[in-house]
Each structure stands twice: as structure tokens, then as C-alpha cells.
């Protein structure tokens, strides 16, 4: 169980362009899923909480109009990286929160989309 | 403000044990663990609450020590398949409830040798 699920796995776009990422919860709903990004041999960084119905609540230092985040429905959360940049190129993975008893919340990582701007 | 993993490398043999810390300076409500072998995604080990609980999954365990805001992972009879990079990660409760995004540390670089 908790699987999750991104597409694409890798995408390669040019500069100027928009790309759009899936995040899929695909045995569980989650009310709340996350959207991290990750630099070569680095950690990963928090961008933004994603919660079904609502606007996404964003990281400092993240620019939302760059990184739009809709959250449809319980199983599905979408980033858009408009008007992309080389500088944009990254490992970006969201994860999914499922209820683990006693007031805790486990994640669930997604298998990552690795984006390259030329 | 990310969480301090110490240490940042480490070699072992096979069957060796391993501990990797993760400390705080602000306070916590759980400490999340994680191993990450390269160009994939994370992968779930454990969740520790308030309370200093410890967990354990196999031959990984940790413990969680809220006053100190510490947390370590313990790996005994260390296998192959266990190399990867492992990352603590922290989260507060805010006041709504709810789940709350993490903040990761640098992670551990663990390379286990046959």
C-alpha cells in the first residue's frame, strides 16, 4: 500500500516554455500532499503544501506564479512550472500524506520527475 | 531551520552497525526517516513522536528524544542493500492539525563493502 505515483518520470523543455508534473496517490486519499525539489548531491527542499480544494500555501522564497499547484481532488496534485528556466532544472518530487495513527501523518514519495531546461 | 545529521559519511562492512543522529535546535513533534539510494525518490522507514519512543523495523530501530530534540537511527548487522543516503526529517504541528510538509537534513552517506 501507499504507493504514489509521478509523471513524467523525465522531461526535457526550452527555455520559455511550461511544463506540467502529475502527483498521483494511487491506493489511498490524501487530503494533503507535498512538493519538494531537489539539487544534484543535496537535500530536499520543502516548496509548498498542496491541500485538496484549496490554494496550495507556499515556501518561503518560492514563487507561486512560477510554480502553480492545483490540488483537484484527493488522489491527484499537479505543479506547472511556467515560463521555465535552466536555473529550474531539477529533481522535483511530491509526496502524499497518509493518517498513521496517533495524531502522525507518514509521506510518501513519488518516484521524482527530473526536469532539464535548455 | 533544517535539522543537523551527523555524521556525513560512513564505510562499513557487511554485518557492521551503523548510528546516524539528527538534532534540533527548535522543538519538534516527530522526527520521519528516510533512505534514498541514488536518482530515485525517498523511501519511508519510520515515524517517531513526542513521548521519546522508539520504533523499530527489521534490524533498523530509532529513538526519538523530545527534550533533547535528538533523534537516532540504528542499524545493526548492517546489509548491502542498505547503502544510500538517509535523511531525517522534521516537522511541527501547527495548531491546525494536520499533516505538515518536512524539513530534511543534509543526510548520512552510508556505503556498506562486502
Known amino acids: 500500500g501507499a504507493v504514489v505515483s509521478q509523471h513524467p518520470s523525465w522531461v526535457i523543455c526550452k527555455s520559455g516554455t511550461s511544463v506540467k508534473i502529475e502527483c498521483r496517490s494511487l491506493?489511498?486519499?490524501?487530503?494533503?500532499m507535498f512538493w519538494y525539489r531537489q539539487f544534484p548531491k543535496q537535500s530536499l527542499m520543502l516548496m509548498a503544501t498542496?491541500?485538496?480544494?484549496?490554494?496550495?500555501?507556499?515556501e518561503q522564497g518560492v514563487e507561486k506564479d512560477k510554480f502553480l499547484i492545483n490540488h483537484a481532488s484527493l488522489t491527484l496534485s499537479t505543479l506547472t512550472v511556467t515560463s521555465a528556466h535552466p536555473e529550474d532544472s531539477s529533481f522535483y518530487i511530491c509526496s502524499a500524506s497518509s493518517f498513521g495513527g496517533r495524531g502522525s501523518y507518514e509521506q510518501y514519495f513519488g518516484p521524482g520527475t527530473r526536469l532539464t531546461v535548455t | 531551520q533544517q535539522p543537523v545529521q551527523s555524521p556525513q559519511a560512513v564505510i562499513l562492512r557487511e554485518g557492521e552497525d551503523a548510528v546516524i543522529n539528527c538534532s534540533s535546535s527548535k522543538a519538534l513533534y516527530s522526527v520521519h526517516w528516510y533512505r534514498q539510494k541514488h536518482g530515485e525518490a525517498p523511501v519511508f522507514l519510520m515515524i517517531?513522536?513526542?513521548?521519546?519512543e522508539q520504533k523499530g523495523h527489521e534490524k533498523i530501530s530509532a529513538s526519538f528524544n523530545e527534550k533533547k530534540q535528538q533523534s537516532s537511527l540504528y542499524l545493526t548487522a548492517s546489509q548491502l542493500s542498505y547503502s544510500g543516503t538517509y535523511f531525517c526529517?522534521?516537522?511541527?504541528?501547527?495548531?491546525?492539525?494536520?499533516?505538515?510538509?518536512?524539513?530534511f537534513g543534509k543526510g548520512t552517506h552510508l556505503i556498506i563493502q562486502p
Open positions: 498542496s491541500n485538496e480544494g484549496s490554494k496550495a500555501t507556499y
Open positions: 517517531l513522536l513526542k513521548g521519546g
Open positions: 526529517g522534521t516537522e511541527k504541528k501547527y495548531s491546525g492539525g494536520g499533516a505538515d510538509g518536512l524539513t
Open positions: 491506493d489511498f486519499q490524501a487530503t494533503t
